[in-house]
C-alpha cells in the first residue's frame, strides 16, 4: 500500500471541530487518515470521527483497513440528530 492524496470534507459537527470544511491530505487507508486528523485536529475532532460514518467518493467505506483510492473524496457524517 501506498500514500495517495485525498481530499476531505467535514459536515455538520466535523467541521466545527476541524475548523475547516474541507483539506487536502495524505493516507493509504481510512484507518491512517482518521488517526492522523485526530492528532493533528485534536481531541474535539478525534471524538467526531470516533462516532462519524464515511463515505469515499459517494459510497459507504466499511472497511477502514482497505487502500483508499487516489484523488478520492472522503466525506465525513457525524451522526445526525433526528430522523
Same mark, same amino acid.
Given at each position: ?44 475532532? %478525534? ?18 483497513? %482497505?487502500?483508499?483510492?487516489?484523488? %478520492? ?7 445526525? %440528530?433526528?430522523?
Amino acid at each position: 500500500m501506498g500514500y495517495v492524496v485525498v481530499t476531505v470534507r467535514y459536515f455538520a459537527a466535523a467541521r466545527a471541530a476541524a475548523g475547516v470544511a474541507e483539506e487536502r491530505t495524505e493516507s493509504e487507508t481510512l484507518a491512517v487518515l482518521v488517526a492522523r486528523l485526530s492528532e493533528e485536529r485534536g481531541p474535539g475532532l %478525534a471524538k467526531v470521527l470516533g462516532a462519524a460514518s464515511f463515505l469515499v467518493d459517494g459510497l459507504v467505506w466499511h472497511d477502514r483497513d %482497505a487502500a483508499l483510492p487516489a484523488g %478520492a473524496t472522503v466525506d465525513v457524517l457525524p451522526p445526525f %440528530a433526528g430522523g
